[in-house]
């Protein structure tokens, strides 16, 4: 059973970059057919997908973010990263990564357990 575990700093300070990475556990990142997600949950608001990494390498982005947002992987590590840039108190969330099915549609097996990240100075 894949595992998927989040880890990077909580707190931030505004105008610096948030990096964050997922480490997976009991399959491969690279495994066909499966997309590699970051998704963030504000407080009180819905989450919110922010982009993803195929297992062939391709990402893909949300528009709303994709300027401030980069994600990349480490195939020896089995582990994929965000990085977003220039953060704002309104980037605090709890942040997940989740393995996804497809990359239309909401569908994710495997959950991290969602690591907070608080931007502040």
């Not at 965000?82 to 497809?102: F, H, I, K, M, N």
């Given at each position: 059973?894949?595992?998927?575990?989040?880890?990077?700093?909580?707190?931030?300070?505004?105008?610096?970059?948030?990096?964050?990475?997922?480490?997976?556990?009991?399959?491969?990142?690279?495994?066909?057919?499966?997309?590699?997600?970051?998704?963030?949950?504000?407080?009180g608001k819905?989450?919110?997908?922010?982009?993803?990494?195929?297992?062939?390498?391709?990402?893909?982005?949300?528009?709303?973010?994709?300027?401030?947002?980069?994600?990349?992987?480490?195939?020896?590590?089995?582990?994929?990263?965000?990085?977003?840039?220039?953060?704002?108190?309104?980037?605090?969330?709890?942040?997940?990564?989740?393995?996804?099915?497809?990359?239309?549609?909401?569908?994710?097996?495997?959950?991290?357990?969602?690591?907070?990240?608080?931007?502040?100075?």
């Open positions: 059973q894949v595992q998927l575990q989040e880890s990077g700093p909580g707190l931030v300070k505004p105008s610096q970059t948030l990096s964050l990475t997922c480490t997976v556990s009991g399959g491969s990142i690279t495994t066909n057919y499966y997309y590699w997600n970051w998704i963030r949950q504000p407080p819905d989450l919110e997908w922010m982009g993803a990494i195929g297992y062939s390498g391709s990402t893909y982005y949300n528009p709303s973010l994709k300027s401030r947002t980069s994600i990349s992987r480490d195939t020896s590590k089995n582990q994929f990263t965000l990085q977003l840039t220039s953060v704002t108190p309104e980037d605090t969330a709890l942040y997940y990564c989740a393995r996804g099915l497809s990359i239309e549609t909401a569908d994710y097996d495997s959950w991290g357990q969602g690591t907070q990240v608080t931007v502040s100075s």
